[in-house]
């Protein structure tokens, strides 16, 4: 397989993804407050859409390409989502903390 | 492919259908507009058996006709019906053994139709009795006329369910059902044996059609396997034709009216048994074991019959006795080879022993419904013709010159000693004095003497009043509010079987030359056996029988008919009747080894499957599994804490093994 050449080298996009990904993750599980979570998700996508650009980019293949923009657009459509349900538990709840929110407990 | 050997000329014959059909359709006529019918139904019933009749006769030829085909010859005709699969057919068979029994089904069962119209007349069911009847002839033509072991069977248990319809007509009467019900369990043992038979037969031939067995009957089958076929259908026999030990139904089964006793529990359906044995004539042949077995448990039934009917006081229990006995004559000749001399007792028995009990249905009817003869005596003044017919009966079944019986007892006896079985000849014999001896014990007691009726029943030693043959409950209304039928509905069917029942045995008139022999002889094609030479010559056994059934003569009239005996009749009836031996008034304890037996040890595994199998197997079992499944929800429902940021980790710590997995076995590639 013939790499293109990078003016940096490709590992550093990928250990950027990396630790994007992990910060992210980091941050679903340990903050409680949604919006942060909403948020270190967003930052996940975005690690995984920089991975998809560069792999693009580096097989010179672009459905890479296509692909991010598609996660993209599911990224804007689950923050709608996720921040209109954020807003309807605030209403009955005034209070947005996720361990409190368990009503789903077996 | 399967090459199917028929019996009979191939053909479509409308009149075997109207024959068979006929009886069905009255039965359901009957059935659906009894309340409609009202009285018709009795006529209505009884034409549809008489225009069978008339078919059956207008078709005699096509019975007997002989058509040469491929160089075999074809006796009578075969017509199919319907395919149930591929390879199994169901059809008529019409050769001359289905004639004949055609022939006294339709023929005995009209009279006796005509006969019902005045017995029952006035019956609170009268068209569900005809629509029964006549669902009985359906079922008995089945069975005759069909050309299959399968439709046989079919026919089999049909005739058992009319027999346990009949049987409980008064089922206000717990009797009648008690005896209903045993007797269709018994026949339902039978019919699994018969069944046995059938799955044998397919498994080694793959075909249920008679003519397929019958050509495998000699080569198709190993010795051990024929016999056991031939075993499993005399289960069957047994079973339907009272044979020892399964007999203790049929006096019981004398709870029915007594028209269906004397159709169905003495001409036609007890004798499906000799036709089974008749049609499968080959296996028989084939089979020494099972013609030494058959021929033993047939002589005896009739030894045990005999014995039993000595006991009775009940006049159609003696007449029920008397029937497993002479069935047993029948078995035994059928079973031993001699299947003619066996189909010409059927014969005769259909006619004097329907006549026997058409004669004591009059006695019965005329003294509202007293059936212990000791409550009788005298009536020779009373019912002239009723003695007449009963006298009939007595000489034909004890085999006295010229009548029928005689013919064909002494044909079946003498068959059998032909056949090397001089025991068998022995037990007959007895049986046949012992016969004489009962028979002429009820004709005394019945008709002689002076009229016992309005004696007190316990100083005539009746134990039990209520359970002694007074069945009251059904009658009250019957006989005495309603006008009676015109006689002659009932005294003309009697004398028209009369003719037959003394004129028949003419047909053996000739011995193995005979008109009957020839007859049969295309149908009992057994060749020419290596005939032993007999210990006795033919007269010498005629006149052996004939002097036992006359000492037998001898001992009842010296004991029934002599001054002695009406000197004091009413004590000398309840010393007899207290003095019974406890064998023969609890009729040698078949029904109580068959209880002990059977029934307890039954009903002993149904109460452990009851109490201990269903309740901590069975339900144990469905127990165990719905536990489990609700200890299984609750182990998983423990996962689901509600957490989200759990579930995040847990997701988290997934992707981080499978990472970890990849990066320590070195990659994907």
Redesign the interface.
């Known amino acids: 397989m013939n790499l293109t050449e990078f003016a940096v080298p490709i590992e550093y996009y990928i250990g950027l993804s990396s630790v994007l990904f992990f910060l992210g993750?980091i941050g679903?599980?340990?903050r409680?407050n949604p919006l942060i979570?909403l948020m270190s998700i967003e930052i996940m996508f975005n690690a995984a859409n920089l991975a998809l650009v560069t792999f693009a980019k580096a097989w010179a293949n672009n459905t890479g390409h296509i692909f991010a923009f598609l996660v993209i657009t599911v990224a804007a459509a689950e923050a709608a989502i996720g921040l209109a349900i954020v807003v309807v538990v605030f209403r009955k709840r005034q209070n947005v903390d996720?361990?409190e929110?368990?009503?789903?407990?077996? | 492919m399967i090459v199917h050997h028929i019996l009979g000329v191939d053909g479509q014959f409308p009149l075997l259908y109207l024959i068979w059909l006929l009886p069905l359709f009255g039965a359901i006529l009957l059935w659906a507009f009894g309340p409609q019918l009202k009285s018709l139904a009795g006529p209505i019933g009884s034409a549809l058996i008489g225009t069978a009749f008339v078919a059956s006769l207008v078709e005699w030829g096509l019975a007997t006709q002989a058509v040469g085909t491929n160089g075999a010859m074809l006796y009578g005709a075969h017509m199919s019906v319907l395919t149930w699969t591929k390879g199994f057919d169901f059809g008529l068979l019409w050769d001359r053994l289905s004639l004949t029994w055609t022939l006294i089904i339709t023929g005995v069962g009209f009279l006796i139709h005509v006969y019902s119209i005045g017995y029952m007349n006035g019956e609170r069911a009268f068209a569900r009795f005809f629509a029964y009847l006549n669902f009985f002839v359906f079922a008995m033509l089945t069975l005759v006329l069909s050309d299959n072991f399968v439709g046989l069977l079919v026919g089999w248990g049909l005739v058992g369910l009319a027999s346990y319809f009949l049987i409980g007509f008064y089922f206000d009467r717990p009797s009648a059902v008690a005896a209903s019900r045993k007797a269709f369990v018994i026949n339902v043992v039978g019919d699994v044996g018969i069944l046995y038979a059938v799955f044998l037969i397919v498994s080694k031939i793959g075909s249920i059609a008679y003519g397929d067995a019958f050509a495998a009957a000699q080569s198709g089958f190993t010795p051990g396997e024929l016999t056991t076929i031939c075993i499993a259908l005399f289960i069957g026999c047994a079973a339907k034709s009272a044979q020892v030990p399964l007999h203790t139904w049929l006096p019981d089964a004398m709870e029915g009216p007594t028209p269906v006793s004397a159709l169905i529990h003495a001409a036609t359906m007890v004798t499906a048994g000799v036709y089974l044995i008749a049609r499968c004539w080959p296996f028989w042949v084939n089979s020494p074991d099972a013609r030494a077995l058959v021929g033993a448990i047939g002589a005896i039934t009739a030894l045990t019959g005999a014995v039993l009917g000595i006991a009775q006081w009940d006049i159609k229990r003696i007449l029920a006795y008397s029937t497993m006995s002479q069935i047993g004559y029948m078995i035994m000749g059928v079973g031993v080879g001699a299947f003619d001399a066996g189909v010409l007792h059927f014969l005769t028995h259909a006619f004097f022993k329907a006549q026997l009990f058409l004669g004591a249905g009059i006695i019965i009817h005329n003294l509202s419904n007293e059936q212990d003869i000791r409550k009788m005596g005298g009536l020779r003044k009373q019912m002239p013709f009723a003695f007449a017919a009963i006298l009939v009966g007595v000489l034909a079944i004890c085999g006295i010159p010229p009548f029928s019986g005689f013919f064909s007892k002494d044909a079946v006896l003498y068959e059998t000693l032909v056949h090397g079985h001089p025991w068998l000849y022995a037990i007959g014999a007895l049986t046949a004095g012992l016969t004489a001896y009962y028979m002429f014990r009820l004709l005394f007691v019945t008709f002689f003497g002076t009229y016992r009726g309005d004696v007190d029943p316990s100083s005539l030693g009746i134990r039990h009043p209520e359970l002694a043959g007074v069945h009251a409950p059904h009658d009250e209304n019957a006989h005495t509010e309603h006008a009676h039928a015109p006689a002659w509905l009932m005294s003309v069917p009697v004398a028209i079987l009369m003719v037959p029942a003394t004129l028949i045995g003419f047909l053996y008139l000739g011995g193995r030359e005979s008109v009957w022999v020839k007859f049969f002889a295309p149908v009992f094609n057994t060749g020419s056996e290596s005939a032993a030479t007999p210990i006795l010559s033919e007269l010498a056994s005629t006149l052996l029988v004939l002097a036992v059934v006359l000492v037998g003569i001898a001992v009842a009239y010296i004991r029934y008919a002599r001054a002695g005996f009406f000197a004091n009749p009413i004590e000398r009836l309840r010393l007899e009747s207290i003095r019974m031996p406890a064998p023969l008034t609890n009729a040698l304890y078949f029904d109580l080894a068959i209880d002990y037996l059977v029934v307890k040890p039954t009903q002993l595994f149904g109460k452990v499957c009851a109490r201990i199998i269903d309740p901590i197997v069975i339900d144990g079992a469905v127990r165990e599994v719905s536990l489990s499944a609700s200890w299984l929800g609750h182990l998983?429902?423990?996962?689901?804490?509600?957490?989200?940021?759990a579930y995040?980790?847990v997701i988290?710590f997934g992707v981080a093994c499978f990472a970890a997995y990849y990066a320590i076995a070195g990659g994907v590639h």
Do not use: E, I, N
């Open positions: 993750a679903v599980v340990l409680r979570m996720v361990d929110v368990a009503a789903l407990k077996g | 998983f429902r423990s996962f689901q804490t509600g957490l989200v940021r995040a980790f988290v």
